[in-house]
Structures are given as C-alpha cells and as structure tokens.
C-alpha cells in the first residue's frame, strides 16, 4: 500500500498542500527551517496512525478553520480527518466505511515513526531483525550455548594457567628416588643383613669347634690304640665335615650397613624431595589436562559460532551484508555507532519495510545528514526496492523535490482545500513527483 495523494489544511505549520508523491522512489520536502516540512509527515502520520500520532497542538496557529486530512491510497482507499473534533473517515473503494482497525492491518508503526526504531539500543535493532527473519529463539539458544562454554573455557583456562604456573614454581630434585622411601623396608633390609653377617659368624664357630673335636679325636686315637678303628672311623667322617665348613667360610664377606644406615637418617628429607617432585609431576599433568580441555572446549565454540553464521547466511535478511553479531547490527563489517548516517537510514528502511510488507511507505524527517550524491544513491535504493520514501530536509530546489514556505507548497500559495464552513472547494493545481 502506497499514498497517491495528500492534501493536508491547517496543520501545525501547514496552510494548504496537495501532493502526489512518487509512487516508487523518494520524495523529499524542502525549505528552510520552521515552514511546515515536517508538519507534512506529522499529519501523514496521524492520518493513518490513529490518535497515538495526534500532535498535541494539531490545529495551525491563527488558523479559524479546523485541521482538514485527506490521503488517497493507492488502491483507492480513502482516509479523511476534518471538522472540529478531526473524527476519522475511512472509506474504501466500493464505498464501504472502515476505522482505523482496517489502517492497522497495513500500516506499520516504525514506517510512520522511523526514528522509534533508530533510537532503541543497539540488542534491540538487532532483536527486531532476528524477529522479522525468524531466527530469533535459535540464534538465542546458540548464544546461549556459546556463553555458557566461553565461561567454562575460561573457568578451565585460569586453572590451567594456575596449575602451570604452581608447576614451574616448583623445584625439582633429579637425585631423589621416584618414589617415597620406606624406614621399615630399610630397617627390614638392614636386619637382614645382620642376620646373614651372622650366620656367617656362627659357621666360622663351627669351623674352630671341629676343629677343637679333630684335635680331641686324634690325641684320643693315639692314647686308645684299642678304640682305633671307631676312632679313624670318626676322624674320616669329621675330616669331610670340615672341609665342608671350609669350603663354606672361604669365599664369604659380610655387608655394610652404612648407606642403609645413612639412608635412614636422611629419609625425611629424602621423602621431602621424592614428594616435591611428584607434586610437580602432578601440576605439569594437571596443566596439560586442562589446557587439552580449553582446547576441546575452543572447538565447541567455533562449532556453535559457525552455527550462528549458518543460521544466519541462510536466513531472509532485508538487503545483502546485514548480520548480527554478538547481539548487534553488522553492515558491510560494521557496527550501528560506525555506519554512516546514511549506512544507518538505509538500514532502518529496509528492516522497517521487511515488518510489514504491506505497507509499501515510509516517513522519514531530517535528512541533512546526506549529501546531494548520498542523497541521490538513496533514492535510486528507495526506487529499486520498490518502496515509496516521503522525506524533509533542509535544503533548496537543488537537492529537494519540493520546497515549503510559510505553510504552503510552492507554486500553490494561497489555495484552499475547504472553505470556513467546512465544506469541500476546489484546491487548484496538485504538486506531482518530477514537475519541481
């Protein structure tokens, strides 16, 4: 739905204007400041809003005869504002009377009020595209994702770098045992050493008693000849039994327990060391663990963040190179604070437009911010979305479809739409897009 004309008496600023704007492209309402421009968009405004857009002080200044509207669609739809209280009269092309409910179905409010949109934060621009493109609860739902593992990744991270750090604090001792060492195992190992040092004693005994016995034996057999043969019998037996002992003692050589000894002494700081190692051991583990998983957890948010562009490259923007990011407008790279006011306004249309397809207008107030040439690539957007932009600007013939002074178009100054009496008159040559 596009406006094919406006008439407009006593409105704010207003005296008497009757436009044809140009169905597809911009049109832009010049003059210099305080000369109705704006007041032009304010009655477009109420006139298809509804009351919420009522100026607080609607009727012109001086004026005796009450603010008149009549805007003409583009379907032939009728809507009037005029008489005393500027009760609303819609009618459609069969005759048929409407209210505002049936303006409602196709006029979107950010149309007629741009800069609501322009002014909200920036999570809110960005909401209201995530909105109109469907992707708003998923997107949601992966930032959410992607939050929730940025904050364990980091929460592993300063662990890792905590337990690296306790790591390289630590000093480590090369020369101490790789495990905690045991004062029973060393005192067990020392008694056993004992106890073969002593058996060793005790077969060097044996050898001195048999040999005690063999000197017995003999001095013996030489006294009883008459024992003789028991006795070389014995001799022969204990001669083998000693040589036996003496093969036993010959080759035999008792332990030290001295480093046993100093080994017990220093067990405490031996284990001192043994366990400061395995604590470092244990840290540099530790890190490794955890920097593996901030590693893992660096995947999964590069998965979930190639997610959000998938959803997002597949999704029905308003125009190529706008995105959201981290809950923000992106065009063309950048954020909503470093687009150009023109980037900004072009932005704004086109996701305003996308809202409510239906309502093929749009008001926008102020356009000094744009150059002749930004001016001009604005309009030839406007014109090629197929999109009717009614806009002000401070400015001349130059750079504006039509110019405003005091109240009036110019090349109409003095026309009436309606006489005193409220009655309908013939308003004299309409301004149409191009003849400026």
Not at 16 to 43: F, M, R
Not at 266 to 283: G, P, S
Not at 317 to 333: D, M, N, Q, R, T
Request: charged fraction near 30%.
């Amino acid at each position: 739905m596009k406006i094919n004309k406006l008439e407009i008496e006593n409105v704010k600023r207003v005296k008497a204007v009757k436009i044809e704007p140009t169905a597809n492209g911009l049109t832009v309402v010049g003059g210099k400041n305080g000369q109705g421009k704006t007041s032009v968009l304010d009655a477009i405004a109420w006139g298809l809003g509804g009351d919420r857009f009522r100026p607080s002080q609607e009727k012109r200044e001086g004026s005796v005869t009450p603010p008149n509207l009549k805007i003409t669609m583009n379907n032939g739809l009728v809507v009037e504002r005029k008489g005393k209280n500027s009760d609303l009269k819609v009618t459609d092309p069969s005759g048929q009377k409407a209210g505002q409910q049936l303006l409602n179905s196709f006029v979107e409010e950010l149309a007629i009020n741009l800069p609501k949109f322009m002014n909200q934060s920036n999570k809110e621009k960005a909401d209201t595209l995530l909105w109109i493109i469907g992707v708003g609860d998923q997107l949601f739902k992966l930032e959410e994702e992607e939050n929730r593992i940025y904050s364990n990744r980091r929460s592993i991270g300063q662990i890792a770098d905590q337990k690296k750090k306790y790591a390289e604090e630590q000093k480590y001792y090369p020369e101490a045992p790789k495990e905690i060492v045991s004062a029973s195992q060393l005192i067990q190992q020392q008694q056993a050493i004992l106890a073969r040092n002593g058996e060793n004693q005790r077969k060097r005994q044996n050898v001195n008693s048999i040999q005690h016995q063999f000197n017995n034996e003999k001095a013996e057999i030489e006294r009883l000849e008459n024992h003789l043969a028991q006795l070389k019998q014995n001799y022969e037996k204990t001669t083998q039994d000693l040589n036996y002992a003496h093969k036993e003692a010959v080759d035999l050589h008792d332990e030290s327990t001295e480093e046993l000894e100093r080994n017990i002494t220093q067990i405490d700081e031996t284990n001192r060391l043994v366990r400061a190692n395995m604590d470092k051991e244990k840290a540099e583990d530790d890190a490794k663990d955890y920097l593996k998983q901030y590693q893992e957890l660096t995947g999964e948010i590069d998965k979930v963040r190639q997610q959000k562009r998938d959803l997002l490259a597949n999704a029905d923007l308003p125009i190529p190179e706008l995105s959201v990011h981290e809950g923000e407008l992106i065009y063309k790279g950048h954020k909503w604070d470093n687009m150009s006011g023109a980037e900004q306004l072009k932005v704004s249309t086109a996701i305003v437009r996308k809202l409510k397809p239906d309502c093929g207008f749009i008001l926008i107030d102020k356009l000094e911010q744009m150059d002749e040439e930004t001016l001009k690539e604005f309009g030839q957007w406007v014109e090629q979305e197929g999109l009717q932009a009614i806009a002000t600007r401070v400015g001349s013939s130059g750079d504006c479809s039509i110019l405003i002074e005091d109240g009036y178009v110019v090349g109409q100054e003095g026309i009436q739409l309606s006489n005193p009496q409220g009655e309908e008159i013939d308003p004299g040559p309409t301004w149409k897009a191009g003849e400026f």
